[in-house]
């Protein structure tokens, strides 16, 4: 339980001062990274 807890409140300070993404583990990082890639793609066709 202390773990979670720990995670939850690194996760609202990393929000709190402007993160725009976060992940719980380096699992979940190529999948964002894709995520992310899509989202500027998409960005720079519509610019």
């Known amino acids: 339980m202390e773990q979670q807890s720990v995670m939850a409140k690194t996760k609202r300070i990393f929000e709190e001062t402007g993160a725009h993404y976060t992940i719980q583990t380096m699992k979940a990082l190529p999948t964002l990274i894709e995520q992310i890639n899509e ?3 998409k ?3 519509l610019a």
Do not use: A, N, Q
């Open 43 to 45: 960005e720079t066709v």
């Open 39 to 41: 989202r500027l793609t």
